[in-house]
């Protein structure tokens, strides 16, 4: 973190914040920070050759999504919903997360979420559905599903056999669900 806050020094202006499992320590829900910081930066920009030893994601996400949290920018919880939504695979502890899922319901900004979706395609909207309703939020997955009404089944991380099927946003998911059925997470 010490290249980050050097970086943020040098060019305070600068679109970057930590994602994915990192946001999620610093939003004080995961309990156990990633062996590697994730950053997040906007779409083709790469970043300082002083933060090489990140992980990066590359996901749409508004200014307004992005909160200050020990004088660093991370993702807020909307936007790491959203981000999760967008790219199972980027966020690498999924017991982690079907931990913290249930806390993070009770901290979403619906009208932000919205707005993390932005454009996103079909896909990122069933799976943020299928998100809302493991972080016990079945009154905003429904009018998601409402709103953006799922059009064919999709998976949450790799297509496998087993796992479950969602009715209301039709994802498949042979990795999460097995996790949110009382593990401790991590």
Same mark, same amino acid.
């Given at each position: 973190?010490?290249?980050? $806050?050097?970086?943020?020094?040098?060019?305070? +202006?600068?679109?970057?914040?930590?994602?994915?499992?990192?946001? #999620?320590?610093?939003?004080?829900?995961?309990?156990?920070?990633?062996?590697?910081?994730?950053?997040?930066?906007?779409?083709?920009?790469?970043?300082?050759?002083?933060?090489?030893?990140?992980?990066?994601?590359?996901?749409?996400?508004?200014? #307004?999504?992005?909160?200050?949290? +020990?004088?660093?920018?991370?993702?807020?919880? +909307? #936007?790491?919903?959203?981000?999760?939504?967008?790219?199972?695979?980027?966020?690498?502890?999924?017991?982690?997360?079907?931990?913290?899922?249930?806390?993070?319901?009770? $901290?979403?900004?619906?009208?932000?979420?919205?707005?993390?979706?932005?454009?996103?395609?079909?896909?990122?909207?069933?799976?943020?559905?299928?998100?809302?309703?493991?972080?016990?939020?079945?009154?905003? #997955?429904?009018?998601?599903? $409402?709103?953006?009404?799922?059009?064919?089944?999709?998976?949450?991380?790799?297509?496998?056999?087993?796992?479950?099927? +969602? $009715?209301?946003?039709?994802?498949?998911?042979?990795?999460?669900?097995?996790?949110?059925?009382?593990?401790?997470?991590?």
């Amino acid at each position: 973190m010490i290249e980050l $806050r050097a970086q943020l020094a040098l060019k305070p +202006d600068m679109s970057i914040a930590l994602a994915m499992e990192s946001a #999620a320590v610093l939003n004080r829900l995961a309990q156990r920070a990633p062996a590697q910081e994730v950053l997040w930066l906007p779409a083709r920009v790469q970043p300082p050759k002083a933060l090489s030893g990140f992980r990066l994601v590359h996901v749409e996400v508004p200014d #307004a999504a992005i909160e200050h949290v +020990d004088r660093l920018p991370v993702w807020g919880v +909307d #936007a790491l919903l959203v981000g999760v939504a967008t790219r199972p695979s980027s966020y690498r502890d999924l017991a982690g997360l079907a931990q913290w899922l249930p806390e993070s319901g009770r $901290r979403i900004d619906y009208e932000r979420l919205l707005a993390c979706l932005g454009a996103a395609n079909s896909s990122t909207r069933q799976r943020l559905i299928y998100l809302l309703q493991l972080a016990e939020r079945s009154d905003l #997955a429904e009018d998601l599903a $409402r709103r953006f009404p799922p059009t064919a089944p999709v998976w949450f991380g790799a297509a496998r056999s087993g796992g479950r099927q +969602d $009715r209301l946003s039709r994802v498949l998911d042979a990795e999460l669900a097995p996790l949110m059925s009382g593990g401790t997470g991590a």
